[in-house]
């Protein structure tokens, strides 16, 4: 079921059998009630995997002290993130929430970047698929920004 579901991931797809077999016996399928902190904004190595949503959404969301959450994006399943704190290992710089009641698949950072190194093939459609992601999300923020700077232009 989840093996069918990984092989529609842009990021698994092109994944050898065994390869799918291996990320499946090192990852975790967790449930998440609705509005439960997933990765928490700070946490050190946001938590340290790499979380592939299998149903449900997840808000992705920036706290703004004095105001509270905003929220950037709200993932769908199929999506994934914890992409950023793999790449550069820094704290997470956001949150993710459950938006609605969701289950992922988390797998350690460890375990990707293991198999990366054992499939030099591999880590380039790998760090391709996270390239992808970062763009759409930077012109998603870029015209978010853009938005705002409008309206406070328009008061």
Not at 4 to 12: A, D, I, S, T
Not at 19 to 37: C, F, I, T
Not at 74 to 82: K, N, R, T, V, W
Not at 132 to 146: I, K, T, V, Y
Request: aromatic content about 8%.
């Amino acid at each position: 079921m989840i093996q069918e579901f990984l092989r529609n991931v842009p990021l698994f797809q092109d994944l050898a059998d065994d390869d799918l077999a291996h990320v499946l016996m090192v990852g975790l399928v967790k449930r998440h009630p609705e509005g439960a902190v997933i990765v928490a904004e700070g946490s050190l190595g946001g938590g340290g995997q790499l979380h592939v949503i299998h149903q449900g959404k997840v808000r992705i969301g920036k706290l703004i002290p004095g105001f509270g959450e905003e929220a950037l994006v709200i993932l769908q399943p199929g999506d994934f993130f914890g992409e950023l704190e793999f790449l550069d290992g820094a704290p997470a710089a956001t949150q993710a929430v459950a938006h609605t009641g969701c289950e992922i698949l988390s797998i350690p950072h460890g375990e990707i970047l293991t198999l990366m190194q054992s499939r030099p093939d591999l880590s380039a459609k790998f760090l391709w698929a996270f390239s992808r992601m970062l763009a759409f999300r930077l012109r998603e923020s870029s015209q978010r920004m853009a938005s705002l700077l409008a309206i406070s232009r328009a008061f």
